[in-house]
């Protein structure tokens, strides 16, 4: 995994703890209206602490989970295409291998052929 990946990572992960908790009041009035609001309600106004522990993700949240999702599938389609270079490579290699080793066999067979060279005399 790349450096910068990396750092992308962490901080997408980082990113969830950097929004605080707010707190949500349900205020009903004399009339039965309700409004919700982040100040404690007023004291003629019942007051209902609406718990958000649970609330959706953010436009913020969902953008860094983009971003993640995007870099890990950067990543494995980067490793897929070295994965199938590196295979490849390795069958050109191999084929090289081959020809050169028929090429070889070959000069051997020619050469069991012919007359050997004559002898140098001391």
Known sequence: MSLPLRLAFAAACLL??????QKLFKCVDAKGKITYQEAACPTDKEQKKVDTSHAGKTDW?????ERVKRS???AEAEA?????RARIENEKREEQRKKEDAYRKK???QAGNEAPP???KK
Do not use: G, I, V
């Open 61 to 65: 949240d969902r953008a860094a989970n």
């Open 80 to 84: 897929a295409y070295n994965d199938k």
């Open 16 to 21: 969830p703890l950097a929004a605080p908790a």
């Open 107 to 109: 000069l051997l067979e």
């Open 72 to 74: 890990q599938e950067a």
């Open 118 to 120: 004559p002898k140098a």
